[in-house]
T-cell receptor, first 111, second 112 residues
Framework: DADVTQTPRNRITKTGKRIMLECSQTKGHDRMYWYRQDPGLGLRLIYYSFDVKDINKGEISDGYSVSRQAQAKFSLSLESAIPNQTALYFC??????????FGPGTRLTVT | EDKVVQSPLSLVVHEGDTVTLNCSYEVTNFRSLLWYKQEKKAPTFLFMLTSSGIEKKSGRLSSILDKKELFSILNITATQTGDSAIYLCAVWHGGSQGNLIFGKGTKLSVKP
């Protein structure tokens, strides 16, 4: 079984809809991250969490919110999706913040 | 503003060639520089560099960091088609409560 899983793997939604992306990990790491990747722009950090009670905004948090339900679960929500949130979303975990283990990604399309 | 710049953004070579990928950075509270390889989906870890001048090596891949000039290179010798991927450079910034900032990546295509 994969150490970091993301659901759904692909999602098409309409402008204005609320959508949640979920991430689970079995590595026992405290640190979890949400990134988005757009062609030619690399990975950009949306939110990160050092433990259940410690959540921090990343570089591009506007339009997103997160919930750390447990050490193993970190969810990303788009309250009202817009087309420029179409992207590939990655969850990652880390023990120390340096070497990060990425999930398989969720491809989100907002029409 | 902290930033990580990779060059070139894309590169096409033939099998057997040697390639050098570049990563320069300007970040506060530098701690380490990391290289990741992204083939189809999720990036996978290659190297972490913390000290200047010490080469990290794994098979045909090697990397070195220059903390004085603020850059790192990733070398791939005797390239194979399986080396085709996006190579991402990331730098830790912001102290112990910081995180990684990624460059835009170099897309490497290796032709048979």
């Amino acid at each position: 079984d994969a150490d970091v899983t993301q659901t759904p793997r692909n999602r098409i939604t309409k402008t204005g809809k609320r959508i949640m992306l979920e991430c689970s990990q079995t590595k026992g790491h405290d640190r979890m991250y949400w990134y988005r990747q757009d062609p030619g722009l690399g990975l950009r950090l949306i939110y990160y969490s050092f433990d259940v009670k410690d959540i921090n905004k990343g570089e591009i948090s506007d339009g997103y919110s997160v919930s750390r339900q447990a050490q193993a679960k970190f969810s990303l929500s788009l309250e009202s999706a817009i087309p420029n949130q179409t992207a590939l979303y990655f969850c990652a975990t880390s023990d120390d913040g340096y070497e990060q283990y990425f999930g398989p990604g969720t491809r989100l399309t907002v029409t | 503003e902290d930033k990580v710049v990779q060059s070139p953004l894309s590169l096409v070579v033939h099998e057997g060639d040697t390639v050098t990928l570049n990563c320069s950075y300007e970040v506060t509270n530098f701690r380490s520089l990391l290289w990741y390889k992204q083939e189809k989906k999720a990036p996978t870890f290659l190297f972490m560099l913390t000290s200047s001048g010490i080469e990290k090596k794994s098979g045909r891949l090697s990397s070195i960091l220059d903390k004085k000039e603020l850059f790192s290179i990733l070398n791939i010798t005797a390239t194979q088609t399986g080396d085709s991927a996006i190579y991402l450079c990331a730098v830790w910034h912001g102290g112990s409560q910081g995180n990684l900032i990624f460059g835009k990546g170099t897309k490497l295509s290796v032709k048979p």
